[in-house]
């Protein structure tokens, strides 16, 4: 136990190895904004990214983020919004290539309802790029997702250690065949099995709305007031969770009789909010900075001929009060 925060040295340690390795994968882009456009393969290119949603904090934050990198690169950038729904991703994807871009930057909903999209664009020999999920068929250049297993691993230990390693615990999943939500529930309900059988998990399919979460939430405890704990696949989730609990008052400060740990997912900048004033125990953190850097890096790699990392994995940090004003919480690095 660490005295001075009052925080088990197991998390101390694993904190600051994941920050570690988000250090690791951020630290790459740094030539100055003037030489990149000039210097950059992908000066003149045409990207069209496919985004997963501008509905999600975490999503705008790495469209965002592409967007700044392209330009700075001298890249010509069309986004557009998924909607969080396969079907406008299938429109989109029809309509982008009926345009025949340099490159195409997707980031699916539901990537199997995608693969004709991905075949017709290998046909077409335009280089596809992939973010968080993939086609079971079809070819890429490079994919770049956050470690969703990890992610979730981490969340059950963090529940574990919040409610002593038994109960109740709630999950709020996100949309059935994405493939993120079922990452992030396969490492959960792993973990659990593995190492903490005394706790009874119910999962929640919220379809990553917050609407949703709010509803099936206070269900939940309607069937059966005994809950120990609360996880969300996202932190927008953890909006609709937080105001189920406020509307059945069970909302209560860490200490108090009946209080519930919640724990989210993403850092987003609400969520980090969340955790300070404590309506939200603590979140799995991911970088958006790290997955868009990364992604425009192996683009430039692929058009200046050197070799492209084909999968690129970006690892899970714990956030918790005592570091949530940490400056590497990419929920820190924006206005919310």
Do not use: C
């Amino acid at each position: 136990m660490d005295m001075k925060t009052g925080m088990p040295t197991k998390r101390r340690t694993l904190l600051q190895f994941f920050a570690g390795a988000a250090l690791l994968v951020t630290g790459a882009i740094a030539l100055p904004q003037h030489a990149q456009a000039e210097d950059s393969a992908l000066k003149g290119k045409n990207l069209a990214y496919i985004a997963f949603g501008l509905q999600y904090e975490y999503q705008v934050t790495l469209v965002d983020h592409i967007k700044k990198l392209a330009a700075e690169k001298g890249m010509n950038i069309s986004v557009y919004d998924g909607k969080g729904d396969p079907s406008t991703q299938t429109t989109q994807m029809l309509d982008v290539l009926s345009k025949q871009p340099d490159i195409i930057l997707l980031n699916p909903v539901d990537a199997k309802l995608l693969q004709g999209g991905v075949r017709k664009a290998n046909q077409s020999d335009i280089p596809l790029f992939m973010l968080e999920n993939l086609p079971p068929e079809g070819e890429w250049v490079a994919y770049n997702t956050f470690d969703d297993v990890a992610g979730g691993r981490a969340a059950a230990d963090a529940v574990a250690e919040l409610t002593g390693g038994k109960g109740r615990v709630l999950e709020v999943r996100g949309a059935i065949g994405s493939g993120q939500s079922e990452k992030r529930y396969q490492g959960f309900h792993e973990q659990m099995a593995a190492k903490y059988p005394d706790i009874k998990i119910e999962t929640l399919k919220a379809e990553w709305t917050a609407d949703n979460a709010h509803t099936l939430t206070v269900d939940a405890f309607t069937r059966d007031p005994n809950v120990d704990a609360i996880w969300a696949h996202n932190d927008e989730m953890i909006r609709g969770v937080v105001s189920a609990l406020r509307q059945i008052d069970r909302l209560k400060p860490e200490g108090e009789e009946g209080y519930i740990p919640v724990i989210g997912f993403d850092g987003t900048p609400l969520g980090l909010e969340r955790i300070r004033e404590g309506t939200q125990t603590a979140d799995v953190g991911q970088n958006p900075f790290s997955m868009g850097s990364s992604i425009v890096e192996q683009m430039e790699n692929y058009f200046s001929g050197k070799p492209v990392q084909k999968t690129t994995l970006i690892q899970p940090v714990m956030i918790w009060k005592d570091n949530v004003d940490s400056p590497e919480n990419w929920g820190n690095m924006v206005k919310s």
